[in-house]
């Protein structure tokens, strides 16, 4: 079983929000261009004493992937 580098997928993590929210700050440009993927509206599980809501929706963009490029050069210097 191999283990999990958690300071990679912290580092990737951030550089989607990072990236996200250069996205948002410079919205009328190339950067924001992008796909969406995932459920349109969550799906709802009724067991009758608890609602589950499922739902997952991710959005790629210019800027999240310069986002993660960076976090991964962040990584590779620090490691």
Known sequence: M???NWTLVVLVLIGFVI?????TYFDGSF???GQTFGLSSPIELNLGFIIL???LKFQITIASVLGVIISLLIYKFIS
């Open 19 to 23: 990236g996200r929210f250069i996205g």
């Open 31 to 33: 950067l924001n261009y």
């Open 2 to 4: 191999k283990r999990v």
């Open 53 to 55: 809501t499922f739902g």
